[in-house]
Structures are given as structure tokens and as C-alpha cells.
């Protein structure tokens, strides 16, 4: 039986994680997938000059892992060849809760990879380059969605390498520009509504650096996290492990507390962390690299489910849909997973038929589902704080107390701390957490008095992994 998209042609905006995922996601249905990037795209893992966040770490979560495994079926391989790490969540991860606590290092079977975000890049452009009927056309600025007789993506208007407009004809666009203006602007022109918006205002900073260690002082751990003490406390930090011996230093804060430039401030800074393991970890090292800042302004959901005459053959994705606060490593993975979901619904019933508009409707309800978890546990993590401006849960107080507890009990308890784990890599939904039994062992510690928890132990062995990455 012929694929009703096998002759069509489809275009994606975007050559970040989100649209080269989504490439992968439709190159096996459709005739011809042309990525469109504005940036001139480098020669191997290097920073690209018009993204500069690219140049901080990024966090890829165990179902960001799983999700790309499945569109890129080479992955593991050429990610460690290449030098990328492969990590437990919880043996080889330092965590550090808000009360200072640190959860204990016991094998979770929970599996990630860790590398920058130049060489997953890389990596994925080279898999797609394997594929004759994908094309990477870098240096071309998409400037419009073309619009048909009835409303409906025609193909996309772009200005060329040499400074030329050329309309190229395709009947599918997947958005995957960041911010997603070519889906915001194409709906103005056709006098659509526009989605609603959510929006949590957070005013991040985060100061970067990479570091080195010599020999025999490197850290016992690939990635440590130490959580600000919230709702007081507003800095935190993060060292995690990449490739060719380097590791990603990352301090954040909030509102004007802004990380400083300077070597030695920055490194002083790490001193009123809620811990001093990172400062311990960091005045060992040696610092390969300026301190760069980044600032991150609001989280942001546009509810594109809800419109009701959604245009047939465009589809956002990732920040398109959902800008998640980046202090929490969602977004590569929540894009990858949008893009896996993409596939599936080509290789499904919906696909088959051929239509475009059922095909969006039906991907635009189950994204909104998928980023329910993400979006939740962020929005939680954020209004701890009362800087952060955007509509407050009634339930608030109650949610918050909920999480503290359910990391009390994560302390104690090897299978609470896995669930855990598996909800914040994107692995369950974060209705695992609700079930009778987490919520009767819940209230019942939330009766007892309150006691210290016990130190963590030891890296131990839950139960044997159901699938490792390779190593």
C-alpha cells in the first residue's frame, strides 16, 4: 500500500534539537524533508553563532534519550564515539534537595547521556545526512508560510544564502523556529485566532563556565545538582560532565542576584550555595573558558489544542508550543518526544489517511498532554518563589508540601525515589504520583513529627536495568 505523503514534500524550520528530531519523524513518510536554518551550520560540534545559549549546558533527561533512540536507531553509538558519557541518574548523580539533604546514590537503572549540546547537534546532523531523501539547507531564513486556496500550508517563502526569495512548495511545515513567529504570523495572515497563552514570569540568570580537573581530583560524581533553598534562597548550581575531559559549571539565580564574570567572584559565589559541594568540586579545577551569562524571562504555553480551526499542514513544536524554564533540562527532551509522537501518528490510522487537518488536531491534543508534566512540575518549582509573577494554583501550598514530602520519602525509600526520577525524566506522567498507596505513605509522614532524614548512603543497586545504553 502506498503512503499517502510518499510523493509530498515537507519542511521544518529550525536545525536545533526540536527540528532535527522532527526531520528524523517524517523522513520515512514522506518523499522529500527539507530542514530550513537560518545559521550557517558548522563543521562538526561547534557553537553556532546565532544561538548563544547553545554554548551553556544542556541537560538531556532519560526520555529525551529514549525518544531520539527511537527516531535515530544509531544513536548510542556515535554519541560515545563522538565522547559523549553515559550516566545512572541516580548512582552517578549528586542531588542535592532544597533542605540540603542529598538523595543517596543508589543505581536507578535510569539511564542518560551527557555531552554538549554543539555535539548532540552534530550528531544528529550526521545521521540525517545518511538519509537520501532529507536535505539540511543552512543559511536560508525562512521568512513566511505560504497559504493555499483554502487556507491550508502550500510551502514556505525563503530568503537564500546569496539574498534571494525563493517560494519552495511542500505541503507540511513543521515549526521549530524557538519562539515559533512563523506560526504566530501565518495565523495573523489568515485572520485565525490566536492560541492562548500561559505565562510564568522568572527572570533567570545563569553564569556558565567549563572546567577541567587533573588527574586524581576529579569529582566521584558525572553530574551534582544543589537546589537553592527555596522559598529564601534563590541560587543554585549544576556540574555535569561532557566530552573531551571538560565539565559544565552553571550558577543561577534570580531577579538582579546575577552570577558574576569574574574568576575569582564566580568561584566565591559557589560559597553561599545551600551546600559547599560544588565550591569543594569547583577550587579543584581549572576554569578553560570565560564565565557567559544567559537570561531567561518568562515560561510560556500556547494552548494550540484549543483552536478549533487550526490551518491543515502546520505543526509547531517544541518552544513553538511551550518555552519550559531551562534550569530544569526539559526542553530538548519534551521537542524529541513531540517528535517521536509525530511518528508514531504518521505510521498509525491518522496518518493513513491522509489528512493533514485530522493528522493536526490529533498531534496538537496529544502534545498538550505531553508537555502536561513538565509544565507542571516546573510551574510548581518556580512559584515557590514570590518574585515569580503569573497566576497561583489555589492548591499551591498543598502541592508544594506534597513534593517535599514525596522527597522525604524518596530519602528513605528506593522505589519512591526511582518513581521520582522516572516522573522528572519524562518516563511516567506525573499522575504516577498520585496513586492511593503514595498518597496514605504521604499523609502518614506528614502526621509524624517532623525528623532529619538520614544521609545518603552509599551507591546501591535498586534492580537490574530493564535496557542500558551502551558503554
Known amino acids: 500500500m502506498k503512503k499517502p505523503y510518499a510523493d509530498k514534500r515537507a519542511f521544518v524550520i529550525g536545525a536545533g534539537i ?163 513567529a512563523p506560526t504566530l504570523d501565518f495565523l495573523r495572515a489568515l485572520g485565525r485566532p490566536l492560541p492562548e497563552e500561559a505565562a510564568l514570569r522568572v527572570d533567570l540568570t545563569y553564569g556558565s563556565a567549563l572546567y577541567s580537573f587533573a588527574p586524581g581530583v576529579e569529582p566521584d560524581f558525572k553530574v551534582a545538582i544543589t537546589y537553592a533553598n527555596a522559598p529564601h534562597g534563590t541560587r543554585g548550581g549544576m556540574l555535569l560532565m561532557r566530552e573531551h575531559g571538560l565539565w559544565d559549571m552553571l550558577l543561577a539565580s534570580r531577579s538582579d542576584d546575577l552570577p558574576p564574570l569574574d574568576e575569582a567572584a564566580f568561584l566565591d559565589w559557589t560559597r553561599s550555595l545551600n551546600t559547599p559541594t560544588l565550591f569543594d568540586a569547583l577550587r579543584r579545577g581549572r576554569r578553560e573558558s570565560k564565565v557567559t551569562r544567559f537570561g531567561f524571562s518568562e515560561s510560556r504555553r500556547r494552548r494550540f489544542a484549543q483552536l478549533r480551526d487550526f490551518p491543515g499542514g502546520l505543526l509547531p513544536l517544541g518552544d513553538a508550543i511551550c518555552q519550559l524554564n531551562p534550569l530544569y533540562g526539559q526542553g530538548m527532551s519534551v521537542a524529541a518526544q513531540q517528535a517521536l509522537l509525530l511518528h508514531s501518528l504518521l ?52 502541592r508544594l508540601a506534597w513534593h517535599a514530602s514525596l522527597n522525604g520519602l524518596a530519602v528513605l525509600d528506593p522505589a519512591v525515589q526511582k518513581l521520582l526520577a522516572e516522573v522528572r525524566h519524562l518516563l511516567k506522567p506525573g499522575s504516577a504520583l498520585h496513586t492511593p498507596e503514595l498518597k496514605r505513605r504521604v499523609h502518614e509522614m506528614q502526621r509524624q513529627p517532623a525528623r532529619q532524614p538520614r544521609q545518603a548512603q552509599p551507591a546501591q543497586h535498586v534492580q537490574p536495568p530493564v535496557q542500558r545504553l551502551a558503554s
Open 18 to 180: 526540536g527540528g532535527l528530531a522532527a526531520a528524523a519523524a517524517l523522513a520515512p513518510h514522506f518523499g522529500q524533508v527539507v530542514v530550513l536554518e537560518r545559521d550557517p551550520l558548522p563543521d562538526g560540534a561547534r557553537a553556532r553563532s546565532g544561538t548563544a545559549q547553545d554554548r551553556l549546558p544542556h541537560a538531556l533527561l532519560a526520555g529525551g534519550c529514549a525518544a531520539l533512540a527511537a527516531l535515530f536507531p544509531d544513536l548510542a553509538g556515535h554519541l560515545l564515539q563522538a565522547g559523549a558519557h553515559t550516566s545512572d541518574a541516580g548512582r552517578d548523580g549528586l542531588i542535592e534537595l532544597p533542605s540540603g539533604v542529598a538523595l543517596p546514590r543508589r543505581e536507578l537503572g535510569i539511564h542518560t547521556y551527557l555531552q554538549s549540546r554543539p555535539l548532540l547537534e552534530a550528531v544528529l546532523r550526521g545521521q540525517l545526512r545518511q538519509l537520501h531523501n532529507v536535505v539540511l539547507r543552512d543559511a536560508n531564513r525562512v521568512l513566511e508560510i505560504v497559504s493555499g486556496p483554502a487556507g491550508q500550508v502550500a510551502g514556505v517563502c525563503v530568503e537564500t544564502r546569496e539574498g534571494k526569495r525563493d517560494v519552495l512548495t511542500g505541503c507540511l511545515v513543521v515549526d521549530a523556529s524557538g519562539r515559533g
Open 347 to 398: 505510521a498509525g490510522p491518522t496518518g493513513a489517511d491522509g489528512s493533514l487537518t485530522e493528522l493536526g488536531m490529533t498531534y496538537l491534543a496529544a502534545s498538550d498532554e505531553l508537555i502536561d508534566t513538565p509544565w507542571t512540575l516546573s510551574e510548581a518549582a518556580d512559584l515557590v518563589y514570590p518574585q515569580t509573577r503569573g497566576p497561583r494554583p489555589p492548591d499551591l501550598p498543598q
